[in-house]
């Protein structure tokens, strides 16, 4: 499987910055470690963003790591088009800088060679709690599918990551272009490290009118965890 993904320093200004850049190093070099991630991608945001990723050259894993580009908070439109021309027919993992693998069943990665499905993944929170699973409300942290879009996916993804409701956009996406979504989230378990209390909060891009449910849970983007 391939991850793509972004790395940034924090820089807010606040006193706990490094600790939470620290949250995001954690990710990759947890995921370095997973023997079914075969490479990280990653956008960077700038050259101190580089020169920490070259730190990591003394782990084992180092190989995995691939730099996509230096100086850009890439849209989704750039991830999928970097996939798309590089990682044509492969398992990939397209995720937030902020989660890493906790455990996988890897014959639900084989099901995506064969199987026109995608998951959209539910997360847990890092001391393993799981609101996101546990009481579902449309949040999703990684979507993973064989790569074999089309263009036209680029029309529908033309924001950048972390805009609130922004999961209702690429799993939308993601039907159109003829996939069943799935959320395994009992099999493969996304954390999210987030325990320093920086956030970046941006505008609602959801599909469908804030906390309606009604037009939420008869919509594709409805993709509650269960196991497949």
């Not at 020169?51 to 084992?60: A, C, Q």
């Not at 074999?148 to 609130?164: A, G, K, P, Y």
């Not at 956009?169 to 039907?175: F, G």
Request: aromatic share 12%; with cysteine; proline share 3%.
């Amino acid at each position: 499987m391939h991850i793509i993904s972004t790395f940034y320093i924090s820089n807010t200004g606040s006193c706990e910055d490094n600790e939470r850049t620290e949250e995001l190093v954690y990710c990759i070099l947890h995921n370095m470690s997973r023997p079914y991630v075969e490479k990280i991608h990653l956008f960077l945001d700038n050259e101190q963003a580089y020169d920490k990723i070259k730190t990591f050259s003394r782990f084992e894993n180092y190989s995995k790591i691939h730099v996509i580009e230096v100086g850009k908070q890439p849209k989704y439109t750039d991830i999928f088009k970097y996939a798309m021309e590089n990682l044509k027919d492969e398992i990939c993992m397209i995720t937030n800088a902020d989660i890493y693998l906790h455990e996988c069943d890897v014959t639900l990665l084989e099901r995506l060679k064969n199987d026109n499905i995608a998951y959209a993944i539910s997360r847990y929170e890092a001391d393993m709690n799981a609101p996101a699973v546990n009481n579902y409300h449309g949040s999703h942290d990684c979507y993973i599918f064989k790569m074999n879009v089309n263009s036209t996916i680029l029309d529908e993804v033309d924001f950048h990551q972390n805009h609130t409701g922004i999961e209702s956009r690429i799993i939308n996406a993601l039907c159109n272009q003829g996939f069943t979504i799935y959320n395994p989230a009992y099999q493969i378990k996304i954390v999210h490290l987030h325990r320093i209390i920086i956030r970046n909060h941006r505008d609602w891009v959801g599909l469908h009118t804030i906390y309606n449910d009604e037009e939420f849970l008869n919509s594709c983007w409805y993709v509650p965890p269960s196991t497949i």
